[in-house]
């Protein structure tokens, strides 16, 4: 009998943990995270980043994958609304579609918070961004650099293939790069879209260019995993690494690769890891609506500037140049070493 | 009233009359369009031409016998991503090697015809044996399947192909590459099949008049089930093809390749009714399409021209259908 009351209260204990234990991890809430596609490596790592880092400060993440269609977009962001989740991370398919679902949500008393992709039409909660023109200024300059190197000054040939045209992620890369090239007379931009962001037009493009112009000094792709499909086209043209001078930009895994291997010369990192950990830092603030403070911030060891702009507290994370002397950091999310340590709010 | 010999020259002229098409629209590009007019050019048509081209052969086909397979596009992307994980030396690529090398090329068409042939199999079992509309079916694989590469790629890409699939993609034979060889072949050998034996003969009856057919004691069944398991492994080697042309796969490759693929069945004469069709006149319309891509890229045009130029074309090539109809019938 004494055994049998013994089992009876051991199992009312351990039935009691069981039912403290989530009390006692109790989540802050779920943050929805509006990824806009999962074809490409930035974003399937950025969900891995984001959920990640968001855990690390006490939320539940759920990702929504838009597919890069404005629409399915447009309708995620209005269901999730009437799931009264603690925050939106919006990556927005279109920069401008997006607007009145961002304004409906914060409507609703539901923050937004833009991830990677900066929204200035409406404002946000927050706002964590490389910055695309920014992205395309740092290939000029590196470009700048290369001709230099190349020819004496900076003067040559440019193929500029974009990504899909009506994604304003490409132009706005083109709009920096191409603003900070204009100084330069000695210098001929050949511009052309890979539509659909699809690896087989970028192959296309370059093999048709390197053709009809095969003094092209240099090639900047608006993606790292449109250079595989040029690399390919160049080898199918006889070249070798070095022949002619590559860059791109987002900072993929397979940019990473065509660097140890001398194809690229240089990658323009987007600082993904440190974009999703300013999310999660300043997470709690967004969420209980606390003023965030304007200045330099670490993050991931970088520094970090917010600003109050118009549109909310923005963060921005300097891109870095990826060339083969550095390549090898564990820093640049290509290496795809996410950070091990736990992310701390900011107080 | 015209003679014999003007009635053949005029009927030749109408069921030829996409080559004619692709002879002008060439000779105005390289007339107007600098660096145009060269062999590294006409050669890159070819090679580009090469993708689309093998899927419309399947396509085609299916279309012939009086369907619809809006499958292909995905079923390539999952027969380049299956090849770029197994062979691919990088990324999410596994890298398997194979003794003597060379033996990674036969095996990774087959590999991906396999594929290909499998889904097509589904495919056609769920409109033959269940009645289920091609449409709905295919269109559900073509949802299905991409979800699939990016499923079993997890969004990421393989890189670097085994060295002697690479091999077909960079080598060339008589200016044109090896890869543009292939889809060179496959559609000689699909337009002798399609043309001089009982098979091809009973799927263009099947697509003119299935009924008929049946009455005449032919097996409908099983020859649309074949066509739906043609178009899926001749997709599966196109997307081993892409594979090749592209140094491995990421889950977004082929996208938009399907309508591309539709656009050089129409333009290339086949009816979308069925039973109507000739594979000699899709190979000229993928090569007219991939001549106006060439032609915009040289000329710089915004991309955007490209899709509106290719409507356009479809459209004409529609009408132009039924010009070419009322003129047989007038010659009849």
Known sequence: ?347 | MISPFQRALIEFALDNLVWFMLVFVLAIFSLTIPNFFQIGIFANIVEQSTFVGVMAIGLAIVIIAGHMDLSVESVAALSAMITGILFCSHGIGQGYTLTPAWLVIPVAALIAIFVGGVIGAMNGWLVVKLQMNAFIVTLASYIWVRGLVVAISGGRSAQDLAPPLRFIGIETMGFIPLIAWIAIICFVVFTFIMGRTPFGRHVTMIGGNAVATFRAGIKVDQLVLLTFVLAGAIAGLAGLLLAIRTSGATANLGTGMLFNAFAAVVIGGVSLKGGVGRLPGVYAGVLLLSSIHTAINLMGLPAHYTQVILGALVLAAVLLDTVKLSIKQMLA
């Open chain 1, 1 to 347: 009998m004494n055994r049998i009351r013994r089992l009876l209260i051991s199992s009312l204990a351990l039935t009691a943990i069981g039912l403290a234990s989530p009390a006692l991890a109790q989540s802050k809430g779920t943050i929805y995270y509006m990824v806009p596609t999962l074809l490409d490596e930035f974003q399937t790592e950025s969900v891995s980043a984001i959920e990640k880092f968001l855990k690390d400060v006490g939320y539940d993440a759920i990702t929504l994958n838009a597919d890069n269609k404005t629409d399915l977009q447009q309708s995620q962001m209005n269901d999730t609304i009437l799931l009264k989740p603690a925050a939106i991370v919006l990556a927005a398919v279109d920069f401008n579609a997006l607007q009145p679902s961002i304004e409906k949500a914060r409507a609703a008393g539901i923050p937004v918070i833009e991830f990677d992709r900066q929204i200035t039409a409406t404002p946000s909660d927050f706002t964590s961004v490389a910055g695309t023109i920014e992205i395309g200024q740092v290939a000029a300059g590196e470009i700048q650099r290369l001709l230099k190197e190349k020819n004496g000054e900076v003067k040559g040939k440019i193929l500029q293939v974009l990504g899909d045209p009506a994604d304003p992620y490409s132009l706005d890369i083109q709009k920096g790069f191409e603003d900070k090239m204009k100084e330069f007379a000695g210098v001929t931009i050949i511009s052309l879209p890979a539509l659909q962001w699809a690896p087989e037009n970028a192959g296309t493009i370059v093999s048709d260019q390197m053709v009809a112009n095969p003094d092209i000094d240099l090639i900047f792709l608006h993606a790292a995993h449109l250079s595989v499909a040029a690399v390919a086209a160049l080898e199918a043209k006889g070249k070798k690494p070095g022949d002619v001078m590559m860059i791109s930009s987002n900072g993929a895994p397979v940019g990473l690769d065509l660097i140890r291997k001398g194809w690229l010369n240089v990658e323009v990192e987007q600082p993904l890891y440190a974009q999703a950990a300013a999310v999660a830092m300043f997470a709690d603030k967004v969420v209980n609506k606390q003023e965030i403070k304007a200045g330099t911030y670490k993050v991931l060891g970088l520094d970090s500037v917010v600003t109050i702009e118009a549109w909310g507290p923005n963060i921005k994370i300097p891109g870095a140049a990826i060339t083969k002397d550095n390549v090898d950091e564990p820093r640049f999310w290509g290496n795809l070493k996410a950070p091990a340590d736990k992310i701390v709010p900011v107080e």
